[in-house]
């Protein structure tokens, strides 16, 4: 009888980048303390979780990773990354591989897909904290990931010189988060979260119910950006909220019974527990 292990992997939050990633140009994401873990021997695998699915916090990229680390029953962070994101591949399409990388190395990522054979990645060791963030979980959307990456790569067709504009904004909102993170950086965090989501919004990702949720966490002083790839119709996943006075915005969501949770960053990648 073939002992059995057991590997985990986190879900993770693209703090910047999303959509645009799939054209070559740069995310910033993190590893967030929500796992998924799977034991077994190659047979009648145990799977638990607790990222949300569907949620645009990389469920199946954690999924992905942990199968790959229970495959080759060993750390080896490279070969898990490679395999995951081919195990991507046959779930999403055309993924960035931004999500497998993230779940497998951890922490904070600077990505950047150059092209199919060649994607480069940087782990950042932050010299600053991020102000304290919390995610607002819309619902799960109607829209698959593959689905929405393909609603955007149709609008892109259409009107190229348009989005091109659109992911150089977000380019350089990425580049500024960046910054603040290496304390190389003047911007304000909640102008960042804003001007992304507006950006984000022009992308038509976001649908109108979250928009308007976005709309009121604005007007309390607060900022908001869905993460992941969103969705147009109903819900869009994971919203990310700041607002420099928890309480108030604590408040508000008890208000308006919205599903609102405090989230830690910069977590531990792939990890073998027993």
């Known amino acids: 009888m073939r002992a059995k292990l057991k590997f985990s992997a986190p879900g993770k939050l693209i703090i910047s980048g999303e959509h645009a990633v799939v054209y070559g140009y740069p995310a910033l994401v993190t590893a967030i303390d929500r796992r998924l873990s799977i034991e077994g021997s190659g047979k009648d695998d145990k799977i638990t979780s607790d990222i949300p699915i569907g949620a645009g916090m990389g469920s199946s990229a954690a999924f992905a990773v942990a199968t790959s680390a229970l495959r080759i029953k060993k750390i080896d962070l490279p070969k898990i990354n490679e395999l995951a ?40 060791v932050p010299k600053t904290k991020f102000p304290k963030i919390y995610l607002l979980n819309t619902g799960k959307p109607v829209e698959s990931t593959k689905e929405m990456v393909t609603h955007v790569s149709d609008l892109y067709r259409g009107r190229k010189s348009y989005f091109d504009t659109v992911f150089r904004g977000i ?27 507006e950006l984000l919004e022009k992308l038509d990702v976001v649908s109108p119910t979250t928009k308007n949720i976005i709309r009121k966490i604005e007007k309390i002083g607060g900022a908001a ?14 919203v990310i909220v700041y607002h420099n006075d928890s309480d108030k915005l604590l408040k508000f969501a008890k208000d308006n019974k919205l599903d609102l949770f405090s989230v830690k960053i910069g977590e531990e990648g792939v990890r073998i527990e027993k």
């Open 85 to 124: 994101y081919k195990l991507e591949k046959k779930h999403h399409g055309s993924p960035s591989g931004v999500d497998n990388t993230i779940c497998t190395y951890g922490g904070f990522l600077w990505y950047r897909k150059e092209s199919e054979n060649l994607k480069t990645f940087k782990v950042i």
């Open 171 to 197: 380019e350089k909102i990425t580049k500024e988060f960046l910054g603040l993170l290496l304390n190389d950086s003047n911007s304000d965090f909640d102008e960042l979260v804003k001007y992304n989501e």
């Open 225 to 238: 950006k869905i993460t992941g790839a969103g969705g147009k119709k109903e819900s869009s996943g994971m």
